[in-house]
T-cell receptor, first 116, second 113 residues
């Protein structure tokens, strides 16, 4: 069964360091999402890609976060510098939806980030 | 301001009985609703969805009911099994959006043998 792959699964870093997370969506899925889930909360969207283009990054803290999906397949989310409040689960999801259609999103296992 | 609310942080049910998880929303533009299940250390897994043109959708032991006038949906699990123990998230998206999902905070379901 096709799955969304994410790495690393766990990351511990010190504040002010740079961290990067990688996501490989389900093959053929044009839409890719990065979410952040703080403990006790639901996932919150950070950025959405349609192929290689960003279609929504309104909730991405652009002073320290960046995301790219250069070839429209896998994606990288970077934080530089990391802050204590960035400790969370970072989830990647993909869907095969096209514009105007509804489709469920399939999530990867997430990367648990701890900032010390 | 939360647009999707799950007011019960936890729910405990006996095996074989019905589990009812509730979700309320405030945005009348939402037209597609989903339920996800999440085990510890895993990503959310899609469970069932419903479009706003329907009031009920059923898939095996899982049924989702939508009451648009009350802006309320519920997930029924019958019969409940210990393997159903997980955190359940309600999510919604709106017409005209890019498919972005707005999630509730989740309800932790415990099914006791």
């Amino acid at each position: 069964e096709a799955e969304v792959a994410q790495s690393p699964r766990y990351k511990i870093t010190e504040k002010s360091q740079a961290v990067a997370f990688w996501c490989d969506p389900i093959s053929g899925h044009a839409t890719l999402y990065w979410y952040r889930q703080i403990l006790g909360q639901g996932p919150e969207l950070l950025v959405q890609f349609q192929d290689e283009s960003v279609v929504d990054d309104s909730q991405l803290p652009k002073d320290r976060f960046s995301a790219e999906r250069l070839k429209g397949v896998d994606s990288t989310l970077k934080i530089q510098p990391a802050e204590l409040g960035d400790s969370a689960m970072y989830l990647c999801a993909s869907s095969g939806r096209t514009s105007g259609m509804k489709d469920e999103q399939f999530f990867g296992p997430g990367t648990r980030l701890t900032v010390l | 301001d939360q647009q999707v609310k799950q007011n019960s942080p936890s729910l405990s049910v006996q095996e074989g009985r019905i589990s009812i998880l509730n979700c309320d929303y405030t945005n009348s533009m939402f037209d597609y609703f989903l339920w996800y299940k999440k085990y510890p250390a895993e990503g959310p897994t899609f469970l069932i969805s419903i479009s706003s043109i329907k009031d009920k959708n059923e898939d095996g032991r899982f049924t989702v009911f939508l009451n648009k006038s009350a802006k309320h949906l519920s997930l029924h699990i019958v019969p409940s099994q210990p393997g159903d123990s997980a955190v359940y998230f309600c999510a919604a998206s709106s017409r005209g959006s890019q498919g972005n999902l707005i999630f509730g905070k989740g309800t932790k379901l415990s099914v006791k043998p």
